[in-house]
């Protein structure tokens, strides 16, 4: 478990429900991915107003480091707790951490580093910009 601190932010926080379980009753990991990713990137805009850096599109490169710890069942009550990792140019690296109240404390089910770049659409393409604003 990861103790709570001033640079952890809660991004989500959803219950677990039957129509997300695999043939083994726990939760499917593709669910808990999904949210990681939704997790990541609700904190890494929530990192870039706490910096000043100007609203952006942000789109997801990259998720690394994906670790399943402990299943996690229907019922469960999971938060998804984010810390800044890395400030690029134009990208922004989330550490996500995925926890639930089981068996009567908070255990650490899953983690993951998920990175996003800031992208504008030129002539119909996607393409990387600046995430800070030119200093004049």
């Known amino acids: 478990m990861t103790d709570a601190s001033a640079d952890r932010y809660l991004a989500v926080k959803t219950v677990m429900m039957p129509r997300d379980t695999n043939p083994q009753g726990t939760i499917f990991g593709g669910v808990l991915l999904s949210h990681i990713d939704q997790a990541g990137a609700v904190g890494a805009q929530y990192e870039l107003r706490r910096l000043g850096v100007p609203s952006q599109t942000i789109v997801t ?55 996003y770049v800031a992208v504008d659409h030129v002539d119909g393409q996607r393409r990387p910009v600046p995430l800070r604003r030119a200093t004049p």
Not at 75 to 96: A, C, N, P, Q, Y
Request: proline share 2%; charged share 20%.
């Open 61 to 115: 490169v990259a998720m690394n480091a994906v670790e399943f710890h402990r299943p996690c069942y229907v019922g469960d009550v999971v938060s998804f707790w984010t810390e800044l990792r890395r400030l690029g140019k134009t990208s922004i690296t989330m550490h996500v951490t995925v926890e639930a109240f089981q068996a009567g404390q908070v255990v650490q089910l899953t983690e993951a580093d998920v990175t």
